[in-house]
C-alpha cells in the first residue's frame, strides 16, 4: 500500500482557507476515488500554522488518479495562495503495518 | 485525538533488528493499550533506513500511559542499539479531520 506523509506551513492569514480547502479534498478523495483509503489532516503542536497530512492509497497508480482528480486540481489552486512557498515536504513510501481500533467509519 | 507522527533513521546492518521491535511495539500498543487508535509503519521510498510512524490516541493522557508501558520500555531498549542517535523526529498534534474506506480489523 501506497503511503504519503505531507508537511505544510501556512502563511499566517490563510489558516481558515487553508482548513476549508484541506478539509473539502480530504473528504472528496476518499469519496470519489476508490484507490484512496484514508486521508486525515493534523495540526502540529509547536506551531499553529504547521500543518502534516497522513494519505494511505491501494497503490501508485492509485495516487496518480488522485493527482489527476479535479478536487486535487481544485485543492492546488488554493495551495498555491495559502501555503508558505517551498514548504511542502512530501515523504512517499510504503504501509509495512498496520494496527488499528478505530470503529469503521 | 492525539495524533503523533515520528521519523527515523536506522542504521544500516540493524534494519532486520529495527522492523521487528517496531512492529512488535506498534501491535501491542493498539492491543493493550485501550487509548492507543492506531499505530502504523511506513517506508520511505527514498532511503530504505529511513521510516515513519502515524499514531493516533484518545488524548495527550493516553500517550503519558503508552510511554508507561512495557513494550514501549521495551522498544526503547532496541531503539537504543538501532536508530541512529539523534535521528528521531518526533510531531505531536491534533486530528483535525479523517476520512477513511479501509476495511476495519
Known amino acids: 500500500m501506497f503511503s504519503l506523509v505531507v508537511q505544510v506551513e501556512v502563511q499566517p ?3 481558515e ?4 480547502g484541506i478539509a473539502a479534498n480530504a473528504a472528496a478523495s476518499v469519496r ?3 484507490g484512496c483509503l484514508r486521508f486525515d489532516v493534523c495540526s502540529v503542536a ?4 504547521r500543518f ?3 494519505e494511505l492509497y491501494t497503490g501508485v497508480e492509485a495516487f496518480a488518479a ?3 482528480s479535479p478536487h486535487f486540481t481544485q485543492w492546488r489552486r488554493i495551495a498555491e495562495r495559502v ?3 517551498g514548504s511542502q515536504l512530501n515523504t512517499p513510501g510504503e504501509l509495512l503495518c498496520t494496527h488499528t481500533s478505530e470503529e469503521s467509519s
Open 66 to 68: 488522485h493527482k489527476a
Open 52 to 54: 502534516v497530512f497522513y
Open 17 to 20: 482557507e487553508f482548513l476549508t
Open 32 to 34: 470519489d476515488e476508490p
Open 83 to 85: 501555503l508558505v512557498p
Open 46 to 49: 509547536a506551531d499553529p500554522h
Open 13 to 15: 492569514d490563510r489558516r
